[in-house]
């Protein structure tokens, strides 16, 4: 529970304290063992506990830009503005890029239409 609470080190004091009091609960050294594992290791358990609860690949990067469009198989579409929007998403180790490009014309009516 100190964990998936993420425990600053005065909820941690807090905490361990009520249980040195409880009946059956911890011993006062006990309690300042888990205090100095708990200071001295957070970090990392803190990162574990994320990487164990993600299903999935997350959003690592985030790229975007207004360019025109220099080829088209309709000439109206020749010089119409595009956005290009680059992702990078990915684990720890792993990264995958995926590039979209939209219409700016089409966004433009699709948002702003009264």
Same mark, same amino acid.
């Given at each position: 529970?100190?964990?998936?609470?993420?425990?600053?080190?005065?909820?941690?004091?807090?905490?361990?304290?009520? &249980?040195?009091?409880?009946?059956?609960? !911890?011993?006062?050294?006990? *309690?300042?063992?888990?205090?100095?594992?708990? +200071? $001295?290791?957070?970090?990392?358990?803190?990162?574990?506990?994320?990487?164990?609860?993600?299903?999935?690949?997350?959003?690592?990067?985030?790229?975007?830009?207004?360019?025109?469009?220099? &080829?088209?198989?309709?000439?109206?579409? !020749?010089?119409?503005?595009? *956005?290009?929007?680059?992702?990078?998403?990915? +684990? $720890?180790?792993?990264?995958?890029?995926?590039?979209?490009?939209?219409?700016?014309?089409?966004?433009?009516?699709?948002?702003?239409?009264?």
């Amino acid at each position: 529970s100190i964990a998936s609470a993420d425990m600053d080190f005065n909820q941690l004091e807090a905490f361990l304290t009520a &249980q040195t009091k409880k009946q059956g609960g !911890i011993t006062p050294e006990q *309690a300042a063992v888990i205090s100095k594992f708990w +200071k $001295s290791h957070k970090t990392k358990i803190r990162e574990s506990l994320m990487n164990q609860s993600r299903w999935d690949s997350g959003l690592r990067g985030l790229s975007w830009r207004v360019d025109g469009k220099s &080829q088209s198989r309709h000439s109206a579409q !020749i010089h119409a503005p595009v *956005a290009i929007m680059e992702l990078e998403i990915g +684990k $720890s180790g792993q990264a995958m890029y995926f590039n979209y490009n939209i219409v700016l014309k089409t966004l433009s009516i699709y948002y702003f239409c009264p």
